[in-house]
């Protein structure tokens, strides 16, 4: 017997003709008499006499429409009871990541994952991706948003569709934002900070080729957002991820791509088999479904 049949039944009992039944539940009248002669003849009994203007219940269908108002009354207390203890649903959900332009993923999941829970609040952590997995495996950050290469071989993750690109930061009057890209012939000699990740210095090392030996480091930087004071002050160039640097004032910094082209991928990454709060869990849950 399905909770749907008996809301059918109970909407004709109430409607008293199956044909304005039909039109409440929105579905054809053959559709609706079909289920009702299926649960007449589950239930081995006749369940209505049918009148020329209204049909009446049998003895046997007045029993089954009060165990029938029972049975949905505690379905819906108990759906309700459910929804309640889901809004109850409370605590921190950790989050590292770096200065990528994969964080703009991030708004539209916490967004619709906030809906759901509100009572759940967010911690964004943002430092290189080796020091969001130190902090993961040490079980202080959740989950990771972490630029590639990296080692994801203790996680559970989903890579994201789309790069992040590498580029060049400057000031705007440097000599080399002149050019329409920057290749690795043209910062051959010149002032660079280098990120510090080993990891991405060597796809850098590898990009530069014959040229690496040449090369002046002045600075090394965790994330773009420091090396871009250095670079407004024209000390040197950065080579960086693209990150937030949409949001920065172009009269006062700006970026050229390399050439060839630097790339690289992100993941969404949570440790596997770590012991998780409720509300990690939940938003584990939630970032599984929403992404492919």
């Known amino acids: 017997m399905e909770i749907r049949v008996l809301r059918y039944f109970l909407t004709v009992v109430r409607e008293e003709s199956i044909t304005r039944a039909a039109q409440v539940l929105h579905i054809t009248q053959p559709t609706l008499s079909r289920q009702l002669s299926q649960l007449e003849e589950q239930m081995g009994v ?39 203890q889901e809004e109850q649903v409370e605590g921190v959900v950790s989050i590292g990541c770096g ?16 809906e759901k829970y509100p009572l759940v609040t967010f911690d964004l952590y943002t430092a290189t991706a080796d020091q969001v997995t130190d902090r993961m495996d040490r079980g202080l950050t959740d989950i ?26 400057m000031h705007p009057d440097a000599p080399l934002a002149a050019k329409e890209y920057i290749t690795p012939e043209d910062l051959a ?40 004071v250095m670079a407004n002050q024209q ?13 920065w004032d172009q009269s006062k910094l700006t970026y050229r791509p390399l050439m060839p082209e630097l790339t690289a991928t ?24 929403e992404l492919p």
Request: glycine share 6%; proline share 4%; charged share 30%.
């Open 46 to 84: 006749k369940l209505f006499t049918r009148g020329t203007r209204k049909i009446a219940l049998t003895n046997e269908g007045i029993l089954l429409r009060r165990r029938a108002e029972e049975i949905l009354e505690l379905v819906d207390k108990t759906e309700r009871e459910l929804a309640e």
């Open 99 to 114: 200065d990528l332009r994969a964080v703009q993923k991030l708004p539209d999941l916490i967004r619709s994952f906030h």
């Open 144 to 169: 990771g948003l972490l630029l590639e290469p990296v080692d994801l071989e203790k996680y559970d993750f989903i890579r994201l569709a789309g790069k992040e690109r590498c580029v060049v930061t």
């Open 189 to 228: 000699g010149v002032p660079l900070i280098m990120p510090k990740r080993p990891g991405i210095q060597s796809e850098i090392a590898n990009w530069f080729g014959e040229y690496y030996d040449k090369i002046q480091v002045l600075f090394t930087s965790n994330l773009p957002a420091g090396s871009a």
């Open 235 to 247: 000390l040197a160039y950065s080579i960086n991820t693209c990150g937030s640097i949409d949001f």
């Open 266 to 289: 992100c993941a969404l990454a949570w440790k596997r088999q770590q012991p998780f709060g409720i509300a990690a869990e939940k938003f584990i849950a939630h970032v599984r479904r």
